[in-house]
């Protein structure tokens, strides 16, 4: 069994920065893809950005020049970094990785609100 656990959201004033970590902790052997979800009250989820275990990243269009994903394959560890942030990017945040080469299996953490005031 895998477990993630998230940390670091809050509320912050536009223009502010956070950054959100997500640490894996079980039976891992390999980790492949990190990713960050978000997911705005009445909207449905949307992957804000990814990082594969060769730290290629990819970014939703709406974040890219604001956030920066990264992770620590050896701490199992993926962060988000997010500056310059707007109201609109208020959501609960959840990490997922994808655990494991033969047969890959999602996990998913407990979500972390993130508040973004005017």
């Known amino acids: 069994q895998v477990q993630l656990v998230e940390s670091g959201g809050g509320l912050v004033q536009a223009g502010g920065s956070l950054r959100l970590s997500c640490a894996a902790s079980?039976?891992?052997?390999?980790?492949?893809?990190m990713n960050w979800y978000r997911q705005a009250p009445g909207k449905q989820r949307e992957l804000v950005a990814s990082i594969t275990r060769g730290g290629s990243t990819n970014y939703a269009d709406s974040v890219k020049g604001r956030f920066t994903i990264s992770r620590d394959n050896a701490k199992n560890t993926v962060y988000l970094q997010m500056n310059s942030l707007k109201p609109e990017d208020t959501a609960v945040y959840y990490c997922?990785?994808?655990?494991?080469?033969?047969?890959?299996?999602?996990?998913w953490g407990q979500g972390t609100q993130v508040t973004v005031s005017s």
């Open positions: 079980g039976r891992i052997f390999s980790i492949n893809a």
């Open positions: 997922n990785m994808v655990v494991g080469r033969a047969a890959p299996i999602d996990y």
